[in-house]
């Protein structure tokens, strides 16, 4: 199993810059490279500071030369802001610059406050027919001429300018349901799944749906599948709760813009309350101790045994959790120093 690193910059309020942001984000990218990881993911999102990321591709431009070795991953272009012809040919270019260590990642979205202002308020649940047409056109561009007549895109012949070092940048899917698995893996796709913050019941689930996804398709090689989780390692047993605190503030400001009532201030949103998350049992301190990928080493190293036994084939060390820098770099160093070598 392979380990990556899955990060965005986040802001909760003023008491950073973004350029401090961005260059706290270049050191753990650094860090990771260093440890061996196979891959860093930058994800993108619209008009909100909790989680920054405009365009992706403009990240790995300015990680490319800053790294050597690291896969530079898109984790995910949200299909319906991108433009086919576009898509493929500015990722065509990134591939061209980093040398050939583009892996391109898309999916349908989930942010209904982004649907409203950069889709005019189209229901973000009907993303997905946006990535069911885009993935297709990306590839067939990417290989040459091609012209397109679909529902939601329609153009005359065209082509990826430029065209990717790599033949066929790897294309990854963001999949929960049984279709979206189908689909991806009909389509020569590899396939993300995230738990959030669920129990390894829900990973179980969607490696099932993943395996049957290839069952259902036996003329197409198996694909990767890697898992995103929140991940977060300490050595002296009362610190659980230090994870857990930030991870739990990290879902309350999640839990706001995704339920898409209050109207942001210069990006901010307000967190739902403390009183309420209380309330909500998936947000129990305890339940989120034993759901996310918190622990100590031998711990986690159980836990991403099961995780191989089950054919993960990537393990994505999940960043975002609200805390500090200094935090978020101990617990990598210590993942990168007491558990990659187990897996070695």
Known sequence: M???????????????????????MVELVQIAEAGGFETVWVGEHHSMEFTIGPNPLSFLSYLAPLTSSIRLGVGTFVAPFWHPIKLASESALVDIMCDGRLEFGIARGAYQYEFDRMLDGEAASDGGKY???????????????YAHEGECWRFPT??????????QPPMW??????DSHNFAVKNNCNVMVTPLFKSDEEVDSLVDKFDSACANNPDVARPKIMCLRHTYLYENEGDWLVGVNGIRNWYS???????NQL?????????????????????????LKE??????????????KHYEELGIDEYSFWTDNSLSHEEKKASLKLFIEKVVPEFN
């Open 2 to 24: 392979k380990f990556s690193l899955f990060m965005q910059m986040e802001r909760f309020d003023n008491s950073k810059t973004h350029k401090q942001l961005l260059d706290e």
């Open 131 to 145: 990535l069911r047409e885009i993935v297709p056109a990306v590839q067939k561009l990417w290989q040459g001429d």
């Open 158 to 167: 065209s082509t990826s300018v430029p065209k990717p070092l790599q033949k």
């Open 173 to 178: 899917v963001a999949a929960r349901d049984p």
């Open 253 to 259: 400001h999640f839990s706001s813009l995704f339920r």
């Open 263 to 287: 109207v942001p201030v210069d990006g901010f949103c307000a967190p739902i309350s403390e009183d309420e998350l209380d309330t909500m049992p998936d947000f129990n301190r305890e339940t």
């Open 291 to 304: 759901n996310l990928m918190i622990g100590t080493p031998n711990t986690v190293i159980e836990r991403l």
